[in-house]
């Protein structure tokens, strides 16, 4: 494990060690609306944790993985509605007892393989040698490994440079690399604007984004969690009812139009329940990142669910 993920581990097993769960009096929950989160944005604006809480709720606003795992684990946020999964598993496997209330979101045909404009590139094998930005140990960087498995190759057989989302989309933009891995808004506006798609995740991965709480939680305050998941099958349900609203909403959010919103919402699933594709492809990304060293140990994650599941 590098550097860097002993850091995060280390920091997130100093807060579980020294820091109690704060539930009881002080709700609070993390609020992230990219790539398009759209229950988020209707819950926020609707108040709807709130309204099932019966007092008022903190929304803390955290765009970094290991800095909404770490604010879990320290009790600073009582639940992650939509929490990347790579950052969950690789918390649950340095010994934080996080458990998994459900999904937020589904969304592979949004996590892309790109390259620029007119590109010659086309089949796994074309990037055997090229080079190939993105952020390690995530969805997209599996997503880049089974496609190339289809043709036989590994990661080892590309020159992968290691780098988040924006700055692989900014270096694909400046012809710096052959492709990159991008995702959300940036790979839609690209995809848009004439960039070449490689590969979607579709068939390939879940692109499963969690909704998250702790141990302690469930066990001390199994009422709150039960209004947590009442307030977000409201939201859904209200979503249903009033899609034009809820793409206004988003629009007002991202600062989008309301046909950009239009545009890409059918890429997103945002379905609670966890289905068994759900737990086999889930397992996969935590085998997978098993396989690349991200962590030391490979968990079931079956057992990080809140409740039985298939």
Known sequence: MNGRLKECAAALLLALSSLPARAGGR??????????????????????FAKHFG??????????????????AAGDVQFLPAAGSTNVFLSAASGAPFRILGIFARSPRSFKILAPKDSPLARPEDLRGRTVAGPRGTILHELLALWLAEAGMTVKDVEFVSMNVPAA???LAAGRVDAAL???????RMARDGYTVLRDGD????????????EAML????????????????????I?????????????????????VEA????????????????????????FMAAQGMMERAVDVRSLFAAPRP
Not at 182 to 188: D, E, H, I, L
Not at 219 to 238: C, G, I, Q, S
Not at 267 to 276: A, G, K, Q, W
């Open 264 to 287: 890409q919402l059918p890429l997103y699933d945002f379905s609670m329940e966890i289905t068994p594709a759900d737990a086999a492809g889930l397992q996969r990304t935590v085998d």
């Open 182 to 188: 991008v995702t959300g808004v940036p790979a839609w």
């Open 55 to 72: 007092q008022p709720v903190e929304y803390v606003v955290l765009r970094n993985g290991p800095e909404q795992a770490h604010a879990l």
């Open 203 to 214: 068939g390939l991965v879940g692109g499963e984004v969690l909704s998250v709480t702790t």
């Open 240 to 260: 249903a009812d009033h899609r034009g609203e809820a793409v206004r909403i988003a629009a007002e959010e991202l600062d989008l139009s309301r046909e950009d």
């Open 169 to 171: 989309a900014a270096a």
């Open 27 to 48: 709700i609070a929950v993390t609020y992230i609306t990219p790539p398009l989160n759209v229950p988020s944005m209707v819950e926020k604006r609707l108040g709807l």
């Open 219 to 238: 066990r001390d305050h199994p009422d709150l969690v039960e209004k947590f998941l009442a307030a977000r099958r409201e939201t859904l349900r209200w």
